[in-house]
């Protein structure tokens, strides 16, 4: 009789095996590494997008965008009328249309010729524009409520 032992036994193919049984090298399939020198293998330190890609016959691919420095600039500045032409607005369809509408007519103008007569350096126009509008429609909403006030007063006389 013969008995067989775990020598005996057929090894599954590698990616079958679990991961803490697969052999520890560099490469996560168990392949030998490539016969790149070092200096063009990728850095681990480097996260994937900053590697260089590799194409399917080993030569290294161009990045996409090349080494260029990534510098933030920040957009023109936006005058604090314009805000506040906003905020006016929008407050003279909500709360006090007498008082906010008007305001935000004026601020919403003084941001307008600020940011005309600054060269491009300013922005905001669309802030001030939606203020201005705002303000109109608040107005208008105004002189309506006060001509229905009146109509219903002159109709019950």
């Known amino acids: 009789m013969s008995t067989s032992g775990p020598e005996d036994e057929q090894q599954p193919p ?49 990045p996409q965008w090349g080494n260029q420095q990534q510098q933030w600039q920040s957009g023109p500045s936006t005058p604090g009328s314009a805000t506040a032409a906003l905020i006016l607005g929008i407050c003279a369809l909500v709360i006090c249309p007498l ?17 005309n007569s600054s060269n491009g350096n300013l922005g905001g126009a669309g802030l001030a524009t939606a203020g ?17 006030v009146i109509a219903a007063i002159a109709g019950s006389s």
């Not at 399939?29 to 994937?48: I, R």
């Not at 906010?100 to 010729?113: D, Q």
């Not at 201005?132 to 309506?144: E, M, N, P």
């Open 99 to 115: 008082i906010c509408g008007p305001l935000a007519i004026v601020y919403g103008n003084k941001a307008k010729s600020e940011i």
């Open 14 to 62: 590698q990616w079958q095996q679990p991961q803490w049984q697969q052999p520890q090298s560099g490469d996560p399939l168990g392949q030998p590494q490539s016969d790149q020198p070092s200096w063009q293998q990728p850095q681990q330190d480097q996260p994937s997008w900053q590697q260089p890609q590799q194409d399917q016959w080993g030569q290294q691919q161009q």
């Open 132 to 148: 201005i509008v705002l303000g109109w429609i608040g107005v208008a909403f105004a002189v309506i409520g006060i001509l229905f």
